[in-house]
């Protein structure tokens, strides 16, 4: 087995780790960090299956066509709770409505099922991206955070990976159609370990923000 195969593998961990550590502290979470753990509890089961896929040697590209307008969907039900205060709650409904109906249209008549559906994860990483910035601009509100500090020391962890993540990998998205069918098992293979360092980097974050929260 390759170190890229090995490296791929591994990690996957901390996506499991964190969706069961979300799990164990459910009952602990506020509302909002509870939108968020489905968020967690919808990746895990659907990276699980992925990787089934994957050891059998069988085309798991399908299930990105499911697992990205669905995560979104819950991202943006976790924003529009951080965001209630500052942003009319309408704007993330008809964006999240709006980047399903995008999803489905991509996949239906642009990037089947069979293939790297790109173009939703470019305007996913795209949008997230925004909403993370807009949530770093309310942290800008020294008043806000004195009121909670460890609340919104958890929150800034979550939105932190969440950021990292999407802005790092957003031209690897971009180009992933070309990656997964243009050249090399193996040169393309490092380069979702790239993809799997910032990965790694962002649950590792989600479950620090997670620890805040559940011991406030």
Not at 26 to 52: D, M, N, P
Not at 126 to 154: H, P
Request: glycine share 4%.
């Amino acid at each position: 087995m390759s170190v890229s195969r090995i490296i791929i593998i591994v990690s996957h961990i901390p996506v499991f780790e964190v969706a069961l550590y979300a799990l164990f502290i459910y009952a602990k979470l506020k509302v909002e960090l509870k939108t968020f753990a489905w968020f967690l509890f919808c990746s895990g089961i659907l990276q699980l299956v992925s990787l089934i896929f994957w050891f059998l040697e069988k085309n798991n590209l399908f299930i990105l066509h499911i697992l990205v307008p669905l995560e979104f969907v819950f991202l943006a039900a976790f924003y529009r709770k951080i965001l209630a205060d500052f942003l009319h709650p309408m704007v993330l409904l008809v964006t999240a409505a709006g980047f399903v109906a995008f999803s489905v249209i991509n996949s239906v008549f642009f990037q089947t099922p069979d293939l790297f559906n790109s173009n939703a994860l470019t305007v996913d990483c795209v949008l997230l991206v925004i909403l993370s910035l807009s949530t770093y601009t309310l942290f800008l509100n020294k008043t806000l955070i004195n009121q909670d500090r460890k609340a919104f020391a958890g929150i800034n962890w979550i939105n932190s990976g969440l950021f990292i993540y999407h802005a790092s990998t957003l031209l690897i998205f971009y180009f992933g159609e070309y990656i997964t069918s243009n050249i090399g098992l193996e040169l393309s293979r490092y380069t979702w370990v790239v993809h799997s360092a910032f990965s790694v980097i962002m649950y590792f974050c989600f479950w620090k923000g997670l620890w805040n929260r559940a011991t406030t």
